[in-house]
């Protein structure tokens, strides 16, 4: 009879437990992940401003011009963020 850990373990495709990360790999990522985080508030900041400026003076084509710009900065530097940690677990492995 196969353990809780072992059906999980095949449920999700994994041969092997997953790595142990060190007190350094979790710096290292924590590190990564307020980096982006700050990036991103930098940029919601940055183009809410100009979303609400272009409002307040009737711009409403260029408000969703600037809008799809903030889901598509955002999305990039999430992915940018997830490869950055991805090499830190490759590096370690």
Same mark, same amino acid.
């Given at each position: 009879? @196969?353990?809780? =850990? %072992?059906?999980?373990?095949?449920? *999700?495709?994994?041969? +092997?437990?997953?790595? /142990? ?12 992940? +307020? $980096? *982006? $985080?700050?990036?991103?508030? &930098?940029? %919601? !900041? ?6 609400? @400026?272009?409002?307040? +003076?009737?711009? =409403?084509? #260029?408000? &969703? %011009?600037? @809008?799809?710009?903030?889901?598509? &900065? $955002?999305?990039?530097? #999430?992915?940018?963020? +997830?490869?950055? /940690?991805?090499? !830190?677990?490759?590096? $370690?492995?």
């Amino acid at each position: 009879m @196969k353990s809780a =850990y %072992e059906r999980a373990m095949e449920r *999700f495709g994994q041969t +092997e437990p997953p790595r /142990k990360l060190t007190d350094e790999q979790r710096a290292e990522l924590a590190t990564i992940t +307020e $980096k *982006f $985080k700050a990036k991103i508030a &930098e940029r %919601e !900041i940055f183009l809410n401003g100009l979303m609400t @400026k272009a409002i307040q +003076e009737g711009r =409403y084509g #260029e408000f &969703e %011009e600037l @809008k799809v710009q903030l889901v598509r &900065e $955002k999305a990039g530097l #999430e992915a940018d963020c +997830e490869a950055e /940690k991805e090499k !830190i677990w490759q590096s $370690k492995a």
